[in-house]
């Protein structure tokens, strides 16, 4: 049970950073409508920030988790309005292409610098230590994560789905026009959501820095499981990315526990079934 309990608490983690990553691509793509593949680079920059901000800058995780994303959002609002901008209207596949060919840059220029291996990162003081829950002992830091994007994740999803400033966002989506009219500037309104999507991924990249260590390839490793969980969902859906986030995370870590060989497919798998059943995902609706 003990082993059982633990790899509970690792798909809680994964799923954490699945919730965080695939909301700010359903941002990003509901919003925007643009299949931001540069998504696993915007989040590992995120980590790498923290790192130079510990160690050249002496400024510690609780700043970083303002701080960088911050700055990643504003490298993505660069990105948005001196490329993306001149994709609107055209297909997807435009979009992907270029933000591919942006994660491949990224990727080479932080590992020609930084190598493969990763570059530990401190968990903060406070955030030391664990809890004996007597079934299972917690690490407060893996504690703190599940809540800290549980919270980050709704509050998000209470933005955009129940506050005025959302249904600008999704009116400018749907009839950029209209909402001009009413004296909203729409390409201002969808530079910053661009930016608050690859900040949720900067702010991801920073949870995972104590945990995972930080590495050029950490985001390749993690968004093809997170496009997957975003399809699952839903593409574009808020809710449908943090339930089957946070959701996946959990099959995954007892798919280690039953049957560890299938662990690196399993999400792939229940793609396959839930598209097969309905095309749109889980909460996602038909264009």
């Given at each position: 049970?003990?082993?059982?309990?633990?790899?509970?608490?690792?798909?809680?983690?994964?799923?954490?950073?699945?919730a965080l990553l695939s909301l700010g691509l359903a941002v990003i793509f509901g919003m925007l409508n643009i299949i931001n593949f540069a998504h696993g680079a915007l989040y590992m920059m995120g980590a790498f920030v923290a790192y130079f901000l510990l160690n050249l800058g002496g400024i510690n995780y609780?700043?970083?988790l303002l701080i960088a994303p911050i700055i990643v959002g504003i490298f993505g609002m660069i990105l948005e309005r001196t490329m993306l901008q001149w994709l609107t209207g055209l297909d997807h596949l435009y979009g992907l292409l270029l933000t591919f060919g942006i994660a491949l840059i990224v990727q080479g220029v932080f590992q020609n610098y930084f190598g493969s291996s990763g570059l530990p990162y401190a968990i903060p003081d406070?955030?030391?230590?664990?809890?004996?829950?007597?079934?299972?002992?917690?690490?407060?830091?893996?504690?703190?994560?599940v809540i800290f994007s549980l919270v980050v994740c709704l509050a998000t999803w209470f933005l955009i789905e129940k506050t005025r400033?959302?249904?600008?966002?999704?009116?400018?989506?749907?009839?950029?026009?209209?909402?001009?009219?009413?004296?909203?500037?729409?390409?201002?309104?969808?530079?910053?959501?661009?930016?608050?999507?690859?900040?949720?991924?900067?702010?991801?990249?920073?949870?995972?820095?104590?945990i995972n260590q930080v590495r050029p390839l950490m985001g390749a490793d993690l968004i093809i499981v997170v496009f997957a969980v975003v399809v699952i969902g839903g593409m574009g859906?808020?809710?449908?990315?943090?339930?089957?986030?946070?959701?996946?995370?959990?099959?995954?870590?007892?798919?280690?526990?039953?049957?560890p060989e299938a662990s690196n497919t399993v999400v792939f798998v229940l793609m396959v079934l839930v598209l097969l059943v309905k095309p749109t995902g889980l909460t996602g609706r038909a264009a």
């Open positions: 049970m003990q082993a059982l309990y633990a790899q509970l608490l690792v798909g809680l983690i994964n799923g954490s950073f699945y609780w700043w970083a406070q955030l030391k230590g664990g809890m004996n829950l007597g079934f299972m002992f917690l690490p407060v830091y893996r504690g703190w994560v400033l959302g249904a600008y966002l999704r009116a400018a989506t749907e009839n950029p026009t209209l909402v001009r009219a009413f004296g909203i500037n729409v390409p201002r309104m969808i530079t910053l959501t661009y930016g608050l999507g690859v900040g949720l991924a900067a702010l991801a990249g920073v949870l995972s820095a104590p859906s808020i809710m449908g990315s943090i339930i089957t986030g946070f959701a996946l995370g959990v099959i995954e870590g007892l798919t280690k526990y039953f049957y």
